[in-house]
Structure formats: structure tokens, C-alpha cells
């Protein structure tokens, strides 16, 4: 118990000391007060994630201070944030004289079940994970702050617990660190989620950085020295970093990109950091850059000023790419202190540098979240996919016929343009005008365009429109739209089909509607009224199934016939393993991503049609594993079977070339366990584009024929595509 005492009040002291700001007397006595108040309450013999509880909440408190960059009284509420409203503890925290501390406590157990620690939460709780910040915008920064520290000791969770955990950080609080600017939370968590869900990438890069460790330090130190030397003679104050791209960023770059590790060139960026004062900011930025470009040439397309127009999340910086002498490239970042302060800290720095008092400053950006929220369905089902392209995106700045700049996400079209105006602007748009030019609502906006929106009164949202929208407002407003339209068809659909039985002399009921969902496969009976209304049940037919005296109904085969699954225990827990030798559980391929033999797989028990085997990179991965990590079965290959045909897509681009049909069709002719299910080709303009789907035995054969395929003249990327 003694040992306990030094390591809580050493664990103190390191919070007062990453306490931004000087720390008084009185802020000594609150945290003592507030550690004592969780000394009384947390059983000290109670361990969790390697330590006992109240060290883990005082370690929680210090992670809130010096990652987020929030004050004391976050800090205490994140130290209290396990302690229950009906513990005699709990009235004790009014001696602290901060009502807003039990506000941010009861926000926080609102997010997670504290006493479970159960972190494998579903995107509805993440849902109102968000809703929460209506009270205290505290209580978002201190779960990422939480969420943080469970990703650094994720050593310490069960095999069961670690792939859910890293599943649902890596898609839904990395992408909210990004949006709030916590871009360091947000790769070190990509990294620590990466590690685990994909270990061989992972390690393969850290073990090339680590080989690359000294060439590169030498080209940084080549580098900076004359880019140092004339600001040194120029009497600028600065402070000159180097920073390693992450794991993570390397990867998706390379995925991005389709290139080798060697082939990244932006492995690293040099940070320059200028000491001046607010009134200066700018031309200080901007002289560093001359400098900069003066001793190397820039990349024109590379150039990012994020110092005249800061990102939504108030990013500052003015980045360029330039090259050696050598031809080498080195990503430039040019900041001031406050700037780089606010890239570190996230919205807690840029508010508080704003003057807002306390740690408020999230209206902004939860008035937009809002309205989304507001909309999306109660089962969370459309959250993820609405919500994630307006985490991640970067903006473009576009401006409206009077002149007013609108900020919208990288990749938004005139549609997203004009749900931003507003949903009645968005609901009847028919097209518009970018830089006086006619377009489509499909048209993608760049930075600078003015655009202007043309409507009818006629128009209303069409189903394709979710194909041409990113942004977060406009697909809710499109899906809800959409939602009102089914009611009233169905409600027409629903009166047709009583009026027909009536005639027919059919009692209508559940016994009726139950029968006809089986017979269609609808999971609700709204589904099968619309579908009658809109004419894709034909009313005959649903007599003839009323009327019928015998069923003999069969049940659907398995699509892959070849293959059979068996359970086997181990003890890394239960594995489903494919082999043909052996029958018992109902599965089947899933035909969103095509898994071929060799691929990385896993099972998801599904509700009424078995299990189903999904690639490890499937598209749908990342929602069945953050919302039903309970329904995630672990699978594998047994053997390979050359006789065996895998569905596989191959998609081709590249430019119009005499016989480069002919040679893809020869290529294709050489592999004799390959059956060509589907070619389809098209050349416009000079551009070659085709898609192929293929029957392969296994994936060796796949890249050997994707391989093959590259080296075809003209040919300039192929890729595997998914259903």
C-alpha cells in the first residue's frame, strides 16, 4: 500500500507538470482533493489494462493534459470519470467548486459502460458518443484520450477483445482525431491499429525505416544546412524538425499509388517552426518559403496554403514539395509556434487561442454534425457511411454568386454545393453553372470555382443522387427524402394488395404477409408493399402464391459448392476452416468482395442466410467488425485446389493501342485453369478501359495473370476489383 502511495502522488506530479500554463497552489490542492475523492473510491487491489485503478485514471488525466491539451478541471473529471452517482464519493466532488466536472462524469459514462470497460461499441453508441458533446465538447477529447490509451496497451485485453477494439478505433476515432485536428492521436492510433490488423504490412515497413534510418538522416542534415545558414544570416528565430511519415500514411501510399516502399518519395518532411509575434505571422511564413524555394525547386501542384484559408479544424500551415540536386523529394512545412501548437493540440489549442474561455469552441463544428445526426437511421446503419467521407475529407473553397466562400470537402460535386445553400436548393436542383460554364450535378468543384445552382419546382431527389454526394447534409437530406417517397408508395402498394384480396376473397392478415415476405425474401412488410406499388411484384403471381395448395419449395444451394466449413477448437479459439472433405455448416461466398482461395478471410454469421466469408479487405469489413464484432467468426484455408473456379474482377486502364485487346486475350488463353466468365472493353478519346471477370483456382494465378496483363503496351494500371 506504501509502494501504491509513491507511485500515486509520482503520477500527480507528472500531470501538474504537462499542465499547459503555470501551475498555483490552488491547482495543487483540487487535484490533491480530486485524487483522494478516487483513492477513496477505485479498489486499489483492482487492476486494469496492467495497473491498479487509480494509477490507470491518473495516467488517463495526464494523457487528457499533455496529448489533448486540456486544463485541470478536464483533467479531473477524466480522473473521476469511473466513479459511480450512487457512491458516497460522488458528493464529495462538489468540494472541488466546479459544477462542470460531474456534467463531463456523466457525458463520459454515457459513452462507455465504465464498469465492463467494454470498448467493442457499435456505431449507434458511437452515435450518441457525438450526441453528447450537445453538453460539454470535454467529453469527446477525453474519450479519445481514453481510446488512445487503451490502443498503447492493447497487450493487455484478451485475444477476443483486441481486433474489435483496434477495428472500431481505426474507423471511427482515428477519423474523428483527424477532424478535430489531433493528427498525432490520429496516426499513432492508424499505427497501433495497423500493428495488429495487419502485422505483416506493419512490420515490413518499420523494418525498411529502420534499414533506411541512416541514409535518410544524412539527406535531412544535407538538406537543412543551407536552408539554415540563410536563415540564420537573415535573423529569422525558428526551430528546424524532421518528422517520418507513419506506418500507416506510408501504406496507404503505396496502396494508393500501387507503388513500392522505395517508390514513396515523401518518407519524411522538414518542419520549420518560426518564433514571431501575431501581427507577422504571414509574411513571416511566406519569406521563410522564399527560402526555401530559392535553394530548391518547387513542385507548383504540390503547394498547400493552409495559412490564408486554415482547414474547418484550424489547421495553419504552408506546405510545398521540392527537389534536390540529387532529384530526391523533401515535403517543406512552414508554421508559426501558435500554428504548430494548434497542429499538436487540435481544437483545444486553436480555441483557446482564440479567446474562448473554458474548453468550449465545438459549436461550429457539432452544429454541422447535427443536423446529420438528426436524420440517420435509429439503427445507426447509414451512420458510418455518412459520416466518415466528412471526417476524413480536406476542403476546397468555392464561392457563391455574391461572393460568399463556401467551404465543402475535397471530391464534392455542384449537388453537395447546393444542399450546402440549402436542402429545398438541394431537393430541386437540376443543374448549375461553374465559372459561368453548364454542368451536370455530378461535376466535382475545385478550389476557387463560382458556382451558381439552377432549380425547378418539378424536380425532387432521385436514388442515383447518393451516388453523386459526399458530403455528410446532403445524403441525409437525399435518404430522407427518399424514406418519405417509400412511405407514400407503400402505403399505396399496401392499398392495392388489400383491394385485390378483397376481390379474391382472401383474408387479409399477418398469416398473409408473413407468408408473402417468405416467398420474396423482404425482411419488412414496407419492402414488400413498395415493390408492389412500384410494379416489381406482379399482383397474378401473388395470387397464384396464395392460392397454392402444396409448397415445395427447395432450399438455395451454396453459390460455391466445392467447399464445406467444420469448427475446429484450438486454442486461439474457434476457427472456421474451409475444405471440401468436410460437410455440416451452411455458408457461402460473399459476393461483395469475391473471396478467391489464398485470399485473407473471415466469417460473419448472418441472419438468415449461414455464414458468410468475406476477404479481410472487403469493403463491408470495417462496418460488420466495428458493429457486430459479436458475429465475427475467424477463418481459413485447409488446401489448395487447382480445379476449383474463384470469381474474381480485374479492372484495366491505359491508352488506345492496335491489338491490345488481342494480347489481353492471348494472355488470358495461356492460364488453362482460368475460365473467362465476362470481358467488357471501351476506348473514348485515346483511353483504353475494360473489366474482366475470371474464374481462378486460387490467388497465385490471379496476380500472375494481373502481372502478365501489366506488362501489355499501353496498358497503365490493373487492378482487382471488388462485385
Avoid at 496492467?50 to 486544463?71: D, H, N, Q
Avoid at 542534415?221 to 544570416?233: C, G, N, T, W
Avoid at 518547387?298 to 540536386?325: A, C, F, Q
Avoid at 499538436?344 to 486553436?350: Q, Y
Wanted: hydrophobic content about 40%.
Amino acid at each position: 500500500m506504501a509502494e501504491l502511495g509513491v507511485q500515486i502522488r509520482s503520477r500527480q506530479s507528472l500531470v501538474l507538470k504537462a499542465m499547459p500554463g503555470p501551475v498555483t497552489e490552488a491547482d495543487k490542492k483540487m487535484l490533491q482533493l480530486a485524487t483522494e475523492i478516487a483513492g477513496n473510491y477505485y479498489p486499489h487491489d483492482a487492476r486494469y489494462l496492467g495497473e491498479p485503478l487509480p494509477l490507470y485514471y491518473l495516467e488517463l488525466a495526464r494523457v487528457t493534459v499533455s496529448v489533448i491539451g486540456l486544463t485541470l478541471p478536464a483533467a479531473i473529471s477524466a480522473l473521476l470519470s469511473g466513479v459511480s452517482e450512487d457512491s458516497q464519493e460522488w458528493e464529495r466532488i462538489d468540494e472541488l467548486n466546479d459544477p462542470s466536472i460531474k456534467e463531463v462524469i456523466r457525458g463520459l459514462s454515457r459513452v462507455t459502460a465504465l464498469k465492463g470497460r467494454d470498448f467493442t461499441g457499435q456505431a449507434e453508441n458511437f452515435r450518441k458518443l457525438l450526441l453528447s458533446l450537445a453538453d460539454d465538447g470535454r467529453v469527446i477529447l477525453i474519450a479519445l484520450a481514453e481510446r488512445l490509451l487503451v490502443m498503447r496497451r492493447l497487450d493487455w485485453l484478451t485475444d477476443k477483445e483486441r481486433l474489435p477494439v483496434a477495428s472500431e478505433t481505426y474507423f471511427l476515432f482515428a477519423p474523428l482525431a483527424h477532424r478535430l485536428g489531433y493528427y498525432n492521436v490520429k496516426s499513432e492510433m492508424e499505427d497501433l491499429a495497423m500493428k495488429l490488423m495487419e502485422p505483416a504490412e506493419y512490420n515490413e515497413i518499420e523494418a525498411r525505416l529502420k534499414q533506411t534510418t541512416t541514409s535518410r538522416n544524412r539527406l535531412i542534415r544535407e538538406f537543412s544546412q543551407p536552408v539554415m545558414a540563410k536563415l540564420d544570416a537573415l535573423g529569422i528565430k525558428y526551430d528546424l524538425k524532421s518528422r517520418t511519415k507513419s506506418i500507416h500514411s506510408i501504406w496507404q501510399k503505396m496502396k494508393r499509388q500501387g507503388v513500392a516502399f522505395d517508390e514513396v518519395f515523401d518518407i519524411f518532411a522538414i518542419r520549420i517552426i518560426i518564433d514571431t509575434d501575431p501581427a507577422h505571422e504571414k509574411s513571416s511564413c511566406w519569406q521563410v518559403y522564399s527560402v526555401v524555394t530559392d535553394l530548391y525547386q518547387p513542385d507548383p501542384s504540390r503547394m498547400r496554403d493552409w495559412i490564408s484559408v486554415p482547414k474547418t479544424n484550424g489547421y495553419e500551415s504552408l506546405h510545398t514539395t521540392v527537389v534536390t540536386p540529387a532529384g530526391r523529394w523533401v515535403e517543406v512545412q512552414i508554421r508559426t509556434r501558435r500554428m504548430d501548437e494548434i497542429a499538436e493540440k487540435g481544437l483545444a489549442a486553436h480555441f483557446r487561442y482564440k479567446g474562448i474561455k473554458g474548453e468550449g469552441g465545438l459549436d461550429t463544428w457539432m452544429a454541422q454534425m447535427r443536423e446529420v445526426l438528426g436524420t440517420v437511421e435509429k439503427e445507426g446503419t447509414g451512420f458510418l457511411g455518412d459520416i466518415r467521407p466528412g471526417l476524413y475529407a480536406d476542403e476546397v473553397f468555392v464561392f457563391t454568386p455574391k461572393g460568399e466562400v463556401r467551404q465543402l470537402p475535397v471530391g464534392a460535386t455542384l449537388l453537395d454545393f447546393a444542399f450546402d445553400i440549402h436542402t429545398e436548393v438541394g431537393s430541386r436542383c437540376i443543374g448549375g453553372k461553374i465559372n459561368g460554364r453548364n454542368v451536370q450535378l455530378k461535376q466535382k468543384l475545385q478550389n476557387g470555382d463560382h458556382v451558381s445552382v439552377i432549380t425547378s419546382s418539378k424536380q425532387t431527389p432521385k436514388r442515383d443522387w447518393l451516388s453523386y454526394v459526399i458530403t455528410n447534409k446532403a445524403r441525409a437530406k437525399i435518404k430522407q427524402a427518399l424514406n418519405e417517397e417509400k412511405f407514400k408508395l407503400a402505403a399505396d402498394g399496401k392499398e392495392m394488395l388489400t383491394r385485390r384480396l378483397k376481390n379474391w376473397k382472401i383474408p387479409y392478415g399477418d398469416a398473409t404477409v408473413v407468408k408473402l415476405l417468405t416467398e420474396y425474401g423482404f425482411k419488412t412488410s414496407q419492402d414488400l408493399y413498395f415493390s408492389i406499388a412500384i410494379g416489381e411484384i406482379d399482383l397474378l403471381q401473388i395470387k397464384k402464391v396464395l392460392l397454392r395448395t402444396e409448397e415445395h419449395t427447395e432450399e438455395e444451394p451454396a453459390r460455391t459448392p466445392e467447399l464445406q466449413t467444420q469448427e475446429e477448437t484450438t486454442a486461439g479459439g474457434d476457427y472456421l476452416v474451409i475444405d471440401e472433405k468436410v460437410e455440416g455448416l451452411d455458408y457461402k461466398l460473399a459476393r461483395c468482395c469475391n473471396p478467391v482461395f489464398g485470399d485473407r478471410i473471415f466469417g460473419f454469421v448472418t441472419v438468415l442466410e449461414g455464414i458468410k466469408i468475406h476477404r479481410a479487405t472487403c469493403p463491408n469489413a470495417d462496418f460488420m467488425m466495428s458493429n457486430f464484432p459479436y458475429r465475427i467468426v475467424r477463418a481459413r484455408w485447409t488446401r489448395l485446389d487447382a480445379s476449383r473456379g474463384f470469381l474474381a474482377t480485374v479492372k484495366l486502364t491505359g491508352v488506345e493501342n492496335l491489338g491490345i485487346v488481342t494480347r489481353i486475350t492471348e494472355i488470358l488463353s495461356e492460364f488453362k485453369t482460368v475460365a473467362v466468365k465476362n470481358f467488357t472493353y471501351s476506348m473514348n478519346n485515346g483511353l483504353f478501359e475494360g473489366r474482366i471477370e475470371i474464374l481462378v483456382p486460387n490467388i497465385n494465378v490471379l496476380y500472375g495473370i494481373i502481372k502478365k496483363i501489366q506488362s501489355v503496351k499501353g496498358i497503365t494500371r490493373v487492378t482487382r476489383v471488388d462485385n
